[in-house]
């Protein structure tokens, strides 16, 4: 089994909707971040929580909720989805004092 | 403040020939430097890493990274292309103090090998 999952895997929604994207993790990792990819720009950082009771805003937050429900459980919420919201959106965890971090597959989102 | 740059949005080369993706830097602190790859309609996949031991790394697939503190520079190579080797390649610093380091990603070279 993956160590970190994302679902849905892809979506398409239209304007206006909320959308909750999920993403576990059984790496036993305590950080865990979400960011957005669109083509020329790299990764951009949406959120990261360093444990259960920490959430802070990365580069992209506006337009973005989380939350962080289990060490294991960190959910990104569309509350009104936009068309320029369309992107490959990742999850991410790492573990406390190292710097790399481990990537879920990716859910393409879709927004019309 | 931390940066990294990677000099080639795209590189192409022949199956069997050697690779070489560009990548500098720039941090106030003493740097930890990856590199990721991306294939086609995949995740991210961590290739290798530098985190002050030695300066040579060696990562999988094959790919190895030189950390040149002087150049502010951690290259990518690779001796012999294979065609599975086509993807999006990023380097990434850990930008920060003490634990709470973010990655700072470069914009991504794409490789293309030829058959």
């Known amino acids: 089994d993956a160590d970190v999952t994302q679902t849905p895997r892809n979506r398409i929604t239209k304007t206006g909707k909320r959308i909750m994207l999920e993403c576990s993790q059984t790496?036993?990792?305590?950080?865990m971040y979400w960011y957005r990819q669109d083509p020329g720009l790299g990764l951009r950082l949406i959120y990261y929580?360093?444990?259960?009771?920490?959430?802070n805003k990365g580069e992209i937050s506006d337009g973005y909720s989380v939350s962080r429900q289990a060490q294991a459980k960190f959910s990104l919420s569309l509350e009104s989805a936009i068309p320029n919201q369309t992107a490959l959106y990742f999850c991410?965890?790492?573990?406390?004092?190292?710097?790399?971090?481990?990537f879920g597959p990716g859910t393409r989102l879709t927004v019309t | 403040a931390q940066s990294v740059t990677q000099l080639d949005s795209h590189v192409s080369v022949s199956e069997g020939t050697p690779v070489l993706l560009r990548c500098n830097y720039s941090?106030?602190?003493?740097?930890?430097l990856f590199w990721y790859v991306q294939h086609p309609n995949k995740g991210l996949q961590l290739l290798l890493k530098?985190?002050?031991?030695a300066t040579l790394v060696k990562g999988i697939n094959g790919f190895e990274a030189e950390f040149k503190k002087s150049e502010t520079s951690f290259h990518l190579t690779k001796p012999s292309a294979h065609m599975s080797d086509a993807a999006e390649y990023f380097c990434?610093?850990?930008?920060?103090?003490?634990?709470?380091?973010?990655?700072?990603w470069g914009l991504g070279t794409s490789l293309a090998v030829n058959p």
């Open positions: 991410a965890t790492s573990d406390y004092g190292r710097g790399e971090q481990y």
């Open positions: 790496k036993g990792h305590d950080r």
């Open positions: 929580s360093f444990d259960v009771k920490d959430i």
């Open positions: 941090s106030s602190y003493s740097p930890s």
């Open positions: 530098y985190t002050s031991a």
């Open positions: 990434v610093v850990s930008g920060g103090a003490g634990n709470n380091r973010k990655l700072i």
